[in-house]
């Protein structure tokens, strides 16, 4: 089955650009999500892109998907304390199979 | 090993015919909280819990129920399953710090189909 996999930890300092780095392996993943987990709340999509798409930018978020090498990554530009969370990846097949990863903890420092 | 287990993990039910999705983790959290995934959507929380006996409505509650009476269970009721819960559930739990929840641990999944 899917097996997604991520870093678990990750620090930088406030204003540097943060990037999480996701792998899986069906290449059959048709959606692929960042999820961003913060302390006392559930889940928050952050972004999603389809398998068809090498890039995809949301203000200070940019994704890009590397197909052929199966690598998901999510680009923080300008980080801020408020990003301090846990960012999950996640890799979905027309919803047959939806894996999660395990989740990278990112710390951002003053 | 650590693990929250759901069953079933495929069901496919008729509109109607109550059902009940089951839940456990071993790992004596106190945070439960049930999700569905729907294509492109992304996941949505259903209901989520706190503790034992402590439930709270999240951001897609109707058409659902939950119960909390021991720690390590938190199973989903479906009194009367609709089309429009043709969804993947997710259980999730984790435990809690000062700060909140700590980093969630995801059940298998399970797929539901309502005809």
């Known amino acids: 089955g899917e097996d997604v996999e991520q870093s678990l930890f990750l620090s930088v300092r406030e204003g540097d650009s943060s990037v999480i780095n996701c792998t899986y392996t069906d290449s059959s993943s048709t959606y692929l999500y960042w999820y961003k987990q913060e302390p006392g709340a559930g889940l928050q999509l952050l972004t999603y892109?389809?398998?068809?798409?090498d890039m995809k930018q949301d203000q200070r978020l940019t994704v890009l998907l590397n197909k052929k090498d199966k690598h998901l990554s999510l680009r923080i530009a300008d980080t801020q304390t408020g990003d301090s969370a846990i960012y999950f990846c996640a890799a979905d097949n027309y919803g047959q199979n939806f894996v999660f990863g395990p989740g990278t903890r990112l710390s951002v420092l003053p | 090993e650590a693990q929250v287990t759901q069953n079933p993990r495929y069901l496919i039910t008729v509109t109607g015919k109550k059902l009940t999705v089951t839940c456990s983790q071993n790992m004596n959290h106190e945070y439960m909280s049930w999700y569905r995934q729907d294509p492109g959507l992304g996941l949505r929380q259903i209901y989520y819990?706190?503790?034992?006996?402590?439930?709270d409505k999240g951001d897609v509650p109707e058409g659902y129920k939950v119960s909390r009476k021991e720690k390590r269970n938190f199973p989903l009721i479906l009194e009367s399953p609709s089309p429009n819960q043709t969804s993947l559930y997710f259980c999730a739990s984790s435990s809690l710090t000062g700060a909140g929840t700590d980093t969630q641990y995801f059940g298998p999944g399970t797929r539901l189909t309502v005809l």
């Open positions: 892109i389809f398998s068809n798409m």
């Open positions: 819990s706190m503790n034992v006996e402590v439930t």
